[in-house]
């Protein structure tokens, strides 16, 4: 079994950045696939962003230049940065975890994941 639990959530206004964090516990040598998920209101759970534990990393289009996934396994935290915030990235962000390889992250469903953070809302406003 693997715990996580994000911090790091809060608002701020467009173009600003913010820093989440995932701390993961547990059976962490079994994870071999991380990620970041958001879910906005009313809409589906999307992947954000990947990272194995070769360190590959996957973003969807519409984070790419502005996000970047890392993972500090000294410390089991992953850690997502988002730069160049948008109003339409308010969402609340989960941390997921599988463990069997990613798939790309455009193709990514949540019930592939086992193990799930209980989320942190970050809300941009313009």
């Known amino acids: 079994q693997v715990q996580l639990v994000e911090s790091g959530g809060g608002s701020v206004q467009a173009g600003g950045s913010l820093r989440v964090s995932c701390v993961a516990s547990g059976d962490t040598d079994s994870t071999y696939c991380m990620a970041w998920f958001r879910q906005a209101p009313g809409k589906e759970r999307e992947g954000v962003a990947q990272?194995?534990?070769?360190?590959?990393?996957d973003y969807a289009e519409s984070v790419k230049g502005r996000f970047t996934i890392s993972n500090d396994k000294a410390k089991n935290t992953l850690y997502l940065q988002m730069n160049s915030l948008k109003p339409e990235d308010t969402a609340m962000y989960y941390c997921?975890?599988?463990?069997?390889?990613?798939?790309?992250?455009?193709?990514?469903?949540?019930?592939?994941?086992?193990?799930w953070g209980q989320g942190t809302q970050v809300t941009v406003s313009s």
């Open positions: 990272i194995d534990s070769d360190s590959r990393t």
């Open positions: 997921a975890a599988e463990e069997v390889p990613c798939p790309p992250v455009a193709d990514a469903e949540p019930y592939e994941y086992n193990y």
